[in-house]
């Protein structure tokens, strides 16, 4: 699935908090554990929020009442962990607040492989919520299975099994900003096929049919960033129309997006190791982004010097 933003409350799920001032925004926060829900809200907190953890169901709609005065968003943490947790209840609840006119209710699910999740489990010596007497990966099947409802309901997915910390809050400033000004934003991200595709992209385009500089024993330890590099990609004949093709494409395509209430734009470009066909399409991409007018940022999943940073919770 490449479409990772997804609209299940009738309120265009990135839609500028700026559109509706009189509505407070509330993020519920839930999906697989150990993918990371306290390191979100302590990002989402930065970003404003009033974060909350951990709580009981039975609670929410007291925590959620019209306030007296200012009224600040809110960003609440759920899941199996959670005293009274279970599915058809959270489903409820978040179609009640939904239905809310005082309020913009989201949900955000957080979803890892479940290598990445049993490594973390591991490192960390805790034990997964649902295996205290079993084996951590039985307790991570189980939990996937429950929580699928959840996952097919929510606003935006993330999968954080390669994300770095930055990346992920690149990634939750862009689709939950509080600023009023915050524009439509375009991330560009360059990936390896063989590393999987990244789910939290909205559009993958795929450049592994350019002339590969791994091959070039000059070229191959450097990366697209190079200016060889990039002279040997550009000079393939197949690239002029490929890059032509594919800005004529998103040109009428990003002002639809925006218009539909998007927010944040995810593009993936990928080739076969993603360090040096992938890296120069993103750059190249973000350069003529930028040139007409577009906010446009640029990450290398494969390039980076230190691993990702989520907490295992």
Request: hydrophobic residues 40%.
């Amino acid at each position: 699935m490449t479409m990772a933003a997804k609209n299940n409350s009738g309120l265009g799920s990135d839609a500028a908090l700026g559109d509706a001032t009189d509505r407070t925004p509330v993020l519920l926060v839930t999906g697989i554990s150990g993918a990371g829900r306290s390191t979100t809200l302590k990002i989402l907190e930065d970003l404003g929020y009033e974060a909350v953890d951990n709580l009981p169901l039975t609670l929410l709609p007291s925590l959620v009442v019209p306030a007296l005065g200012t009224r600040r968003p809110l960003a609440i943490g759920i899941d199996v962990r959670t005293r009274d947790f279970g599915v058809e209840q959270f489903l409820h609840e978040i179609d009640t607040l939904i239905a809310r006119a005082d309020l913009e209710a989201r949900m955000v699910f957080l979803d890892c492989d479940d290598e990445v999740l049993q490594r973390r489990f591991t490192e960390t010596r805790r034990r997964h919520p649902l295996a205290a007497d079993r084996p951590v990966m039985d307790g991570i099947q189980h939990e996937r299975r429950s929580v699928v409802p959840l996952r097919d309901r929510a606003d935006l997915v993330v999968d954080t099994s390669q994300l770095s910390l930055n990346d992920l809050r690149r990634l939750l400033k862009g689709h939950f900003t509080l600023e009023i000004e915050a524009s439509f934003a375009v991330s560009v991200m360059s990936f390896s096929y063989r590393n999987g595709i990244p789910r939290e992209a909205d559009l993958v385009f795929d450049a592994r049919f350019l002339a590969n500089p791994h091959y070039e024993e000059t070229l191959k330890p450097l990366t697209g960033q190079d200016a060889r590099v990039a002279k040997f990609v550009s000079d393939d004949p197949g690239f002029h129309d490929f890059f032509q093709s594919l800005t004529g494409l998103l040109q009428p395509l990003l002002p639809r997006f925006q218009n539909e209430g998007k927010s944040y734009l995810t593009i993936a470009i990928g080739c076969t190791g993603g360090q040096h066909r992938s890296v120069f399409v993103a750059e190249e991409l973000v350069a003529w982004l930028n040139k007409n007018g577009q906010h446009a940022g640029v990450m290398h999943r494969e390039l980076r010097d230190v691993e990702t940073h989520i907490e295992k919770k």
